[in-house]
């Protein structure tokens, strides 16, 4: 979201909440308490469903089932947890119970959390027995964490597993020789989570929330659960599409050692086998597909694969999924195009930001987490465009699944004092790309990359061009947006880099042309607000860019703006363009639905059909 606002009075907003043409049902207010009686500022339809017996309890890793999705073997640690605040100088408690408790894996400032506050340091510690059968035969037993703001240290039993930094990637530890023979198992996780105190990843979050910044995420955010594994076993396995679409490259990393090991992976479709490679594990296996299926948002088709990892009389199965498809930049009647499967698509987006009333940046359920990308498809988008914040495992799964393209924002780090990191803090945020970049590879959704948001912790304009080639270099299968927002805000100036020249527009919609190296889309726009009384955050500044006074005329704005796309973008030659935004977020009401996800605020059949006409219109090979 652009830092760069039109102001409008807010006895207009005052005025559009009098006057909005809303059934009083979809009005009214409902609030709900949470799992420990408190009552959420803002609640979901989901709020109430959560408890500590049921807090996010679908296995969190759908690319790596161990053995299936349908039948994992794991054990889940969300639930409550002994939580107390820190100075960040005393010791780990080990061996003492602390005085509250959180319920992971909320973020503390959630009122899901129980907490509802935050702390630059902090403590969890949970007692777990762990399965005798996770250790029988030689196994080892992994702990796994989604994902922890922003640096974590774990101990079990008194002992260091692991210390991992960065607050938007996953990891994982062998703990095994950390268990003792027999009873409880003491697992300590130290935090610290300055937030925007420290020039690290943080996104939208802000100590001191405020217009387009939202309420920090601090602590554990995602799932943690453990799993038992065999000495040597699969820690990633990727399937990248071949540019002839009859085959995809499997590439996997292990956990220990994995000399003499053998992988075989076969690939299924509807239940059938139509392929199989078998080969050295972390060396790339080329896997043919007959009769080959793409995947697009139309037809969002996944194949099924099994992988066995074999080293001696051990073998470690586990099932994964991918889509058959390709995405580039190609010259489509003389113009710089986005090409999906080789076919010019047009890559029509909202921005999602992932933020939740109840859970701030984790959704009370999985089916809250779907609720969005789903009615982003109902609306007629194809694409999302991920804003600064990188998602658990399952949101992606759903985006796979559904069928809508994804580009993937690297989240940023504090804005306004470009010119004043270091070289250490530019080095972080290189390693913390490569980072996402590697994790999420395998995500069939996401077609592109976004390194930097209208300059936002981008030090340089080079810095863009330097990041898109990293990323470029990494991860040569998709395309990438080295600067989101060239005209805005920090920063300010085209890199001449990546494959996408990328203007912000409020409202817009902008229509820039490509230029001799990269197709072109409008990477924000719209942004037309209404506010829903009973719906809205409270005790926020309301942030207003584009005040509408009423249901229909919100409905009316949206179907013009894009009607722009649609009849003057084909003669342009845009390849996308994301409108801001699918909900509201705290102070910001330009959302599609509201932030509760109570009320829907347009007319969905009227925004599904100029979305599928624009579309259409700018997808057609022959346009001019």
């Given amino acids: 979201m652009t830092a760069r606002r039109r102001a409008v009075g807010y006895s207009t907003l005052v005025s559009a909440f009098i006057t909005m043409g809303f059934a009083s049902a979809a009005m009214a207010s409902d609030p709900s308490t949470t799992w420990n009686g408190k009552e959420a500022p803002l609640s979901t339809p989901w709020t109430s469903e959560v408890s500590p017996g049921n807090a996010l309890p679908e296995y969190p890793r759908p690319q790596l089932a161990r053995p299936s999705l349908e039948h994992p073997r794991w054990m889940s640690l969300n639930g409550l947890w002994q939580f107390a605040s820190s100075d960040g100088k005393g010791a780990p408690p080990f061996g003492q119970v602390l005085k509250d408790q959180v319920l992971v894996p909320y973020p503390i400032e959630s009122v899901l959390s129980g907490v509802q506050k935050h702390a630059d340091f902090m403590f969890y510690r949970r007692m777990v027995d762990v399965p005798a059968d996770f250790t029988a035969h030689g196994q ?60 690290v990843m943080v996104g939208k979050q802000r100590l001191k929330p405020d217009g387009s910044f939202y309420t920090a995420a601090s602590g554990i955010w995602q799932t943690v659960w453990l799993e038992p594994v065999p000495a040597s076993s699969l820690a990633q396995l990727n399937f990248t599409p071949t540019q002839s679409l009859d085959a995809f490259t499997v590439t996997s990393r292990t956990d220990g050692s994995d000399d003499g090991a053998t992988l075989q992976v076969t690939a299924y479709a509807d239940g059938k086998p139509v392929g199989e490679a078998k080969g050295a594990p972390g060396k790339p296996l080329r896997l043919a597909i007959a009769h080959p299926h793409p995947w697009s948002p139309q037809d969002p088709f996944l194949y099924t694969f099994k992988a066995t990892l074999t080293q001696g009389k051990q073998s470690d199965e586990v099932t994964s999924y991918a889509g058959l498809r390709t995405v580039a930049i190609k010259k489509v009647n003389g113009r710089n195009r986005i090409v999906l499967n080789n076919k010019p698509t047009f890559l029509l987006a909202t921005l999602d930001q ?231 977020v705290e102070g910001e009401h330009n959302g599609l639905y509201t932030y509760d996800r109570k009320v829907e605020k347009v007319v969905e059949s009227q925004v599904r059909a100029i979305n599928e006409a624009t579309i259409r219109a700018n997808s057609q090979v022959g346009a001019n």
């Fill in 140 to 199: 080892h037993v992994r702990l796994n964490f989604g994902g922890v703001g922003q640096d974590a240290t774990v101990y079990v039993n008194g002992k260091q597993v692991v210390n991992h930094t960065g607050g938007y990637t996953s990891f994982s530890t062998d703990i095994t020789s950390a268990l003792r023979a027999s009873g409880a198992q003491e697992i300590v996780v130290a935090v610290h989570a300055p937030v925007d105190g420290a020039n």
């Fill in 354 to 584: 992932g933020y939740w009333p109840d859970g701030i940046y984790t959704a009370p359920t999985d089916e809250a987490l779907k609720f969005d990308i789903q009615k982003t498809k109902d609306l007629g988008f194809n694409t999302i465009r991920k804003h600064i914040k990188v998602e658990p495992a399952r949101w992606y799964y759903w985006a796979d699944r559904i069928g809508l393209m994804v580009w993937q924002d690297m989240p940023a780090l504090p804005n306004g004092h470009n010119d004043k990191l270091s070289d250490a803090d530019k080095a972080t945020f290189r390693a913390d790309v490569t980072s996402i970049v590697g994790q999420l590879s395998g995500v069939t959704s996401i077609i592109g990359w976004i390194p930097f948001n209208e300059g936002w912790g981008q030090w340089s304009i080079p810095a863009a061009a330097e990041l898109a080639a990293q990323i470029k270099q990494q991860d040569p299968s998709r395309i990438v947006d080295a600067r989101s927002g060239a005209n805005c805000c920090d920063t300010k100036g085209d890199p001449h880099a990546g494959d996408v020249y990328d203007i912000h527009d409020y409202q817009g919609p902008g229509l820039p042309s490509p230029d001799a190296e990269r197709a072109s889309m409008d990477g924000e726009h719209g942004g037309l607000t209404l506010g829903v009384p009973g719906h809205v955050w409270p005790n926020t500044p309301i942030n207003p860019y584009g005040a509408v006074k009423d249901r229909d005329a919100l409905n009316a704005g949206y179907v013009a703006n894009t009607a722009v796309l649609r009849d003057k973008g084909p003669a342009v030659g845009m390849s996308g363009s994301v409108y801001t935004q699918i909900t509201d």
